[in-house]
């Protein structure tokens, strides 16, 4: 598989219920973090985990990262209608001098059904 | 809260003609960074710029693409001569210390559709 990739590729829940996404990538990174984009427009930044952090949480949002694993899941609770989006992770690779590219995977395509 | 502004939000082009997307990033972010989206494909990596030169380039940014940041508020990329597989979407970014231990914040990206 390819750095950074998410799954399930699509997941469609009802508005109330939490949904889960969850990310794989393959090199070692300094940080993860989580992307929304709504039908043709920015990314949104909605959180960062480092690589020394295990869980993060921001509001309704709840971030593990499993170094061992390679793997990062979000958890968003109680959805809402608003939360439709596609969501991405993104990794940073281990600091160099200077900035850091970010990696960004495949996606996931949350809908929440009214 | 502070934005990335990218303007036009939408541009169509006839195949090899000349392009600039501009973008001004927040004013005390020090590096910048172009990104891609080809329609229905993951966000790619083209270009970041720190000190006004160029700090690192993907495999994309060949000799039709170039950056520049012509004032102390813009910054744009310039595609020299458009091909049909230019079309995509193009995210600018900003960064305060370029590290990614913040994020970064993307503008609202450019459409660009090449005919």
């Known amino acids: 598989s390819q750095q950074g990739e998410e799954d399930p590729q699509a997941l469609s829940i009802q508005e109330g219920e939490n949904a889960t996404m969850n990310c794989s990538y393959k090199t070692s990174i300094n940080n993860l973090q989580w992307y929304r984009q709504n039908s043709g427009r920015g990314l949104v930044h909605l959180i960062l985990i480092r690589s020394n952090e295990r869980e993060k949480h921001s509001g309704r949002l709840r971030v593990t990262l499993d170094t061992s694993k390679k793997s990062s899941s979000l958890l968003i609770t109680a959805s809402r209608a608003a939360d439709t989006a596609s969501y991405f992770c993104?990794?940073?690779?281990?600091?160099?001098?200077?900035?850091?590219?970010?990696?960004f995977g495949t996606g996931t395509r949350l809908t929440i059904i009214p | 809260e502070p934005e990335v502004t990218q303007t036009p939000s939408h541009q169509v082009t006839q195949m090899g003609q000349e392009v600039i997307l501009r973008c001004v990033p927040i004013s005390n972010h020090l590096y910048f960074y172009w990104y891609r989206q080809i329609l229905g494909q993951k966000v790619e990596f083209l270009v970041s710029?720190?000190?006004?030169?160029?700090?690192?380039k993907s495999e994309i940014f060949d000799d039709q693409f170039s950056v520049e940041r012509p004032d102390g508020s813009n910054f744009t990329l310039k595609i020299r001569s458009t091909k049909l597989e230019d079309s995509a979407m193009y995210f600018c970014?900003?960064?305060?210390?370029?590290?990614?231990?913040?994020?970064?914040?993307f503008g609202s990206g450019t459409r660009l559709t090449v005919v």
């Open positions: 710029f720190y000190n006004n030169e160029i700090s690192e």
């Open positions: 970014a900003s960064s305060p210390d370029g590290t990614t231990n913040y994020g970064y914040t």
């Open positions: 993104a990794t940073a690779p281990p600091p160099n001098f200077g900035n850091e590219k970010l990696t």
